[in-house]
């Protein structure tokens, strides 16, 4: 045991930390995220958790695990006060409690493609004051949630939850969220992108030319070496660079169907921009702030590029640099060498 002492059930109780409301619903998902816990840790002793059983309203193959996630979510969460359920994996918003306060927008599984390889998962969640309509409820700039968090199911189960005014982490340890840190920051000087370079043809300029600079490390203009790490996990990506800083980009591409990348806005990029900027860091497209954006579709995507504070300004001064200095064949990046 650490320092910190106390649970997440201690966390919620304590004096002016959520409303009773907030605490109600997040001590629903943290009972649906330790059952969920259990199931993925056993892997194929519960069937194949990865097998493809159908595509959601947005076209992407859904696995069982994402199916069985979000029907443990909307269930546990019908008897609290979320009036509006918002989920990757439904259609349209859905009223739980007619009586509820809360608007709750999840990515029940992130990185299904992680599912069968053992590699780590998790959920994602957002939270607002409920409104008469799931419409208005959810297509409001980010900067109105009253909370967010994710959870990773990896080599040890973590529950992060912001509020407006705290970032703490738990642990799951014998059937109890531990306290591990409230003071969580993203590093200031980092090294680390992570990208999937597998789209670089499909990039736009600037994204090619800011990946071409890390690469080129001491011999770059910024004269500094980078290190790479891609999961396919939102959440592990995200836990990766709370804990030890770095960039992740997911930008729009070329390929038919990315022209706006491939995160969703509502329950991936929001949340995790609240998450981010609370850690000190910045979260954008590439050139706004995320937080500010206002969806007009629940289920519409963003490009998404977040972590530490100056190394995401600096994907957004690549945006503003002349033609001359990101082509290809004649960039130097004069402007920025060191
Ligand atoms: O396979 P790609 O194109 O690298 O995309 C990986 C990204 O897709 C996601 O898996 C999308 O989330 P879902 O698994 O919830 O659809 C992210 O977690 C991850 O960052
Ligand atoms: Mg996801
Ligand atoms: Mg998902």
Redesign the pocket.
């Known amino acids: 045991m650490t320092a910190l002492e106390g649970t997440l059930e201690s966390f919620l109780e304590g004096e002016g930390s959520v409303s009773e409301p907030l605490a109600i619903t997040v001590t629903a998902l943290a009972f649906v995220a330790e059952t969920l816990a259990g199931v993925i840790s056993s892997g194929p002793l519960n069937g194949r958790l990865g097998e493809e059983v159908g595509a959601n309203s947005d076209g992407?193959r859904q696995k069982k695990l994402?199916v069985v996630a979000d029907e443990l979510f909307a269930k546990a969460l019908a008897p609290t006060p979320v009036r509006w359920y918002a989920s990757?994996e439904r259609p349209t918003a859905e009223i739980l409690n007619p009586e509820g306060t809360l608007a709750l927008a999840i990515?029940?599984?992130?990185?299904?493609?992680?599912i069968d390889v053992n590699i780590s998962?998790?959920t994602?969640f957002s939270v607002f004051e409920a409104k008469e309509s799931g419409l208005e409820s959810f297509h409001r700039p980010g900067r109105e949630q009253i909370a967010a968090g994710y959870v990773v199911y990896g080599p040890q189960t973590v529950f992060i939850l912001a509020t407006r005014t705290r970032l703490a982490q738990f642990v799951l340890d014998r059937g109890h969220f531990f306290l591990v840190s409230d003071s969580l920051r993203i590093p200031d000087r980092t090294t680390e992108f992570a990208i999937?370079a597998?789209?670089y043809r499909h990039w736009p300029r600037p994204i090619r030319a800011f990946v071409d600079d890390c690469i080129a490390g001491d011999e770059g203009p910024w004269g500094e070496n980078f290190n790479m790490r891609?999961?396919?996990?939102?959440?592990?990506?995200t836990h990766r660079i709370l804990t030890r800083g770095g960039i992740?980009l997911?930008p729009a591409d070329a390929r038919r169907g990315y022209g706006q990348g491939?995160?969703?806005l509502v329950y991936?990029c929001a949340p995790i921009a609240f998450i981010v900027e609370r850690a000190g860091g910045k979260a954008t497209d590439g050139i706004d702030r995320i937080l500010d954006l206002t969806p007009s579709e629940l289920h519409q995507r963003t490009p998404l590029v977040f972590g530490t504070a100056e190394k995401v300004s600096r994907v957004r001064a690549y945006h503003d640099l002349p033609e001359s200095e990101i082509s290809p064949l004649f960039g130097k990046r004069g402007l920025f060498r060191v």
Request: no cysteine; aromatic share 10%; glycine share 6%.
């Open positions: 992407d994402d990757e990515d029940p599984l992130d990185g299904s493609s992680n998962i998790g994602i999937n597998s789209n891609w999961v396919a996990s939102l959440v592990a990506e992740f997911y491939r995160l969703r991936e």
